[in-house]
């Protein structure tokens, strides 16, 4: 059973920066696209990042990119999202997602995914 638990969310100035972690279970993980999404106040899950099985590509939302870096560790089954120059509108809860298929072009839609982490809270102040 595949469990993803994530980490790093926390209360942070504009400007500033967080590392997310995600902690995987089970053996599909280096063989999986993983991904970030996130859900702000009275908005629908977006499309954050994602990063194929071998670390590159990844690709990017325009609001985020040249900001976060999505990363991975295939030997500690962990995936990473570091954020720079964070906004009040990055205020969001951040959930990590799993794709246990090969890789796919569809990977900004929610339905691609097998597995999601609870979430984790990062709220930028103005």
């Known amino acids: 059973q595949v469990q993803l638990v994530e980490s790093g969310g926390g209360l942070v100035q504009a400007g500033g920066s967080l590392m997310l972690s995600c902690a995987a279970s089970g053996r599909s993980f280096s063989t999986s696209t993983m991904s970030w999404f996130r859900r702000a106040p009275g908005k629908e899950r977006e499309f954050v990042a994602a990063?194929?099985?071998?670390?590159?590509?990844?690709y990017y939302a325009d609001s985020v990119k040249g900001r976060f870096t999505i990363s991975r560790d295939n030997v500690k089954n962990a995936l990473y999202l570091q954020m720079s120059s964070l906004k009040p509108e990055d205020t969001a809860v951040y959930y990590c997602?799993?794709?246990?298929?090969?890789?796919?072009?569809?990977?900004?839609?929610?339905?691609?995914?097998?597995?999601w982490g609870q979430g984790t809270q990062v709220t930028v102040s103005s």
């Open positions: 997602a799993e794709d246990v298929s090969s890789w796919t072009a569809d990977y900004k839609r929610i339905g691609v995914y097998d597995y």
């Open positions: 990063i194929t099985r071998s670390g590159r590509p990844t």
